[in-house]
């Protein structure tokens, strides 16, 4: 079955640096997703992404954030100055253009540590 | 805002009891409802979802889900569990839009 596939597993860095967490997306799947989980806490949506743009993101994905598609099958999530309560899980998803929204294929996520 | 609402935090049950986890959501409109597992160390999967029909949906390892649009609610069931259901179960809804509100997440632990 074919997988949403993130990188890496597991960033460690440093507060104030930048990170950028990967997604390779399922090829056919058209909407893109990333979410994140805070140790203990709900699924948090981050942001979507739709024909090259963001269609809709929540207040947690201030400026700090990004994303971007830039070859056409990596999907990824940048944050230009990572802070202590960054650290979480994310997670990248995808769907088929002709599945419901909401009915997500995830990624194994990232594990993301501030120190 | 929509908002969903999942009543118990920890379940812990033996092997061979039923199981119901309660969800409720706050939207008025037509909603896709989801009901995902987490297994200890993996990712999120889709258990089953339920988008229009009959309102008894059944998903994969036995579970089944129930919609009551009279009560807002999408509790998730299984007749007898197995200690591989050991895991945390997050309900989930969509209203349509691109963004999908995921419950706090409930705990369940099946005792061998």
């Known amino acids: 079955e074919p997988e949403v596939t993130q990188t890496p597993s597991h960033q460690v860095t440093q507060m104030g640096q930048e990170v950028i967490l990967r997604c390779v997306p399922i090829s056919n799947h058209l909407y893109f997703y990333w979410y994140r989980q805070i140790l203990g806490q709900k699924v948090e949506f981050l942001v979507s992404f739709y024909n090259n743009e963001i269609s809709e993101k929540s207040e947690i994905f201030d400026d700090q954030f990004s994303v971007e598609r830039p070859d056409g099958s990596n999907f990824t999530l940048k944050i230009r100055s990572t802070k202590l309560e960054d650290s979480a899980m994310y997670f990248c998803a995808s769907r088929a253009p002709d599945r419901i929204p909401g009915g997500y294929t995830f990624g194994s996520g990232t594990r993301l540590t501030v120190v | 805002a929509q908002s969903v609402s999942q009543h118990n935090h920890h379940v812990i049950l033996s092997e061979a009891a039923s199981l119901e986890l309660g969800c409720n959501y706050s939207?008025?409109?037509?909603?896709?409802l989801f009901w995902y597992v987490q297994y200890p160390g993996q990712h999120l999967q889709l258990l089953l979802k339920y988008f229009s029909g009959d309102p008894l949906v059944k998903g994969i390892k036995g579970f089944e889900a129930e919609f009551i649009k009279s009560k807002f609610s999408f509790n998730l069931r299984k007749p007898s569990v197995q200690w591989s259901d050991t895991a945390e179960y997050f309900c989930a809804v969509n209203a349509g839009g691109f963004k999908t509100i995921f419950g706090a997440g409930t705990r369940l632990f099946v005792k061998a």
């Open positions: 939207y008025g409109g037509t909603v896709n």
